[in-house]
């Protein structure tokens, strides 16, 4: 877990939250993995803010179909839910590598409280969000600007939530995002928030903290 571990790391009492940067799908999703295949009922459960390289994923039960056009940006199947989505630079990741059984979660309360966690952050820059219960995401009007897919492996989960911040939205123009054709994205930069990804790290950050252990 070499990426994990030269993050920025803040320890709190029921977090571990790394700051990583920039890393390579691949890199993230084998670290994610690693981390679950060995961790135990005390390891702490923990967060990783990071962005990637452009790269197209497509879920588990992902439909080919959802791919409307070639392009030089490689796509990669993986382990998560959900169809196929867009990652590049100026998009926030949180993944989340928690166990749910040790939060009192159940998959859908996990959801809901990501959703929840970043419709608060918005609504504090005066973004009226809102999620769906039949389209998982966060939503402002009739745009999505954050999207997520998790993998469950016992009681333990990883994978989570990506937030558009400042990014080239044109890829999602070749892809049907999230299985829904025709379905627009929007981004933080666009909806008037002027502060950077590092401050909205931090600030989804201590907003998932809240929503997880409340």
Not at 36 to 43: D, E, G, L, P, V
Request: with cysteine; hydrophobic share 40%.
């Amino acid at each position: 877990m070499q990426a994990a571990l030269n993050a920025e790391t803040h320890r709190g009492s029921w977090f571990t939250v790394r700051y990583m940067g920039v890393i390579d799908y691949e890199i993230s999703w084998q670290a994610m993995k690693d981390f679950t295949n060995t961790r135990t009922s005390q390891t702490s459960d923990e967060i990783w803010l990071l962005q990637h390289p452009a790269v197209y994923t497509q879920g588990i039960a992902g439909k080919p179909e959802h791919l409307l056009a070639d392009s030089n940006i490689n796509v990669i199947k993986t382990d998560r839910g959900g169809q196929i989505t867009y990652h590049g630079p100026g998009q926030l990741i949180a993944y989340l590598l928690l166990d749910i059984r040790r939060l009192n979660l159940t998959v859908r309360d996990l959801v809901r409280r990501m959703e929840t966690a970043v419709i608060h952050m918005l609504n504090e820059y005066q973004i009226k969000a809102y999620g769906c219960v039949d389209m998982p995401g966060v939503y402002v009007g009739a745009a999505k600007i954050a999207s997520l897919g998790l993998k469950l492996k016992k009681s333990y989960c990883y994978h989570g939530i990506a937030l558009n911040v400042d990014m080239d939205l044109k890829p999602f123009s070749r892809i049907n995002p999230c299985g829904y054709a025709g379905l627009a994205v929007t981004q933080t930069k666009d909806q008037g928030v002027k502060d950077e990804l590092d401050v909205l790290s931090r600030k989804l950050s201590e907003y998932l903290q809240k929503e997880l252990v409340k």
